[in-house]
């Protein structure tokens, strides 16, 4: 059973950055492609920035382009996104989510129902 845990998040000013972490376990993750998803109050889960397995490839939100980084560590099992220039636009739940069933191709999904395991959630909150 996959098990994926969040961290990093916080309280941070307009402008000001954090760095989100996601512990992956139970399952191969360093075959899996993996993705950011975030939540705001009252807004449907939205995606936020993908990658595959070999960090090849990214894609990112147009929302997030230029200022959040997606990253992994495949022998440490650690997702992380890094998160720059937030703003208040940028509250919200973030959750790491992962593909199983990518087997190490290029492929990156930006559907949450592409992905089969999630995390709990760690709140971002920027302040104005």
């Known amino acids: 059973q996959v098990q994926l845990v969040e961290s990093g998040g916080g309280l941070v000013q307009a402008g000001g950055s954090l760095r989100l972490s996601c512990a992956a376990s139970g399952g191969i993750f360093w075959r899996d492609a993996m993705g950011w998803f975030r939540q705001a109050p009252g807004k449907e889960r939205e995606f936020v920035a993908g990658i595959n397995w070999s960090k090849i490839n990214t894609i990112y939100a147009d929302s997030v382009k230029g200022r959040f980084t997606i990253s992994r560590d495949n022998a440490k099992n650690m997702l992380s996104l890094q998160m720059n220039s937030l703003t208040p636009e940028d509250k919200a739940v973030y959750y790491c989510?992962?593909?199983?069933?990518?087997?190490?191709?290029?492929?990156?999904?930006?559907?949450?129902?592409?992905?089969?395991?999630w995390g709990q959630g760690t709140q971002v909150t920027v302040s104005s």
């Open positions: 989510a992962a593909n199983s069933g990518s087997g190490g191709s290029s492929a990156v999904y930006t559907l949450a129902s592409d992905y089969d395991y």
